[in-house]
Nanobody, 121 residues
Framework: QVQLVESGGGLVQPGGSLRLSCAAS????????MGWYRQNPGKQRELVAS???????NYADSVKGRFTISRDNAKNTVHLQMNSMKPGDTAVYYC???????????????WGQGTQVTVSS
């Protein structure tokens, strides 16, 4: 009922920038939460940044001051601007949303397919 399409991953040199985008579509009444997680093989998925209610943001300590999350409400899209990137930022990045569906009363969680981000010289 809800599809997430991620874009913007790739290879970047240390100190460079990338911008990830995630567009949600489907029978969406409202989006309560939009966030980005990342994961490396053998490690737990960790929250990178999130935006709740469209205005309240939260960042992992490791990315504060370098990453910025933003949301385009008209397009149901969330962006993650990543600057001053480090090799430690290398991971698969996943979009995560919590939505209320049209005609429903419950909230549902959805995940994107993941996009690889590699920071290397």
């Amino acid at each position: 009922q809800v599809q997430l399409v991620e874009s913007g991953g790739g290879l970047v040199q240390p100190g460079g920038s990338l911008r990830l985008s995630c567009a949600a579509s489907g029978s969406i009444h409202s989006i309560n939460f939009m966030g980005w997680y990342r994961q490396n093989p053998g490690k737990q998925r960790e929250l990178v940044a999130s935006i709740t209610g469209g205005v309240s943001t939260n960042y992992a300590d490791s990315v504060k001051g370098r990453f910025t999350i933003s949301r385009d409400n008209a397009k149901n899209t969330v962006h993650l601007q990543m600057n001053s990137m480090k090799p430690g930022d290398t991971a698969v990045y996943y979009c995560n949303v919590v939505v209320e569906l049209v005609g429903g009363v419950y909230k549902y969680e959805y995940w994107g397919q993941g996009t690889q981000v590699t920071v290397s010289s």
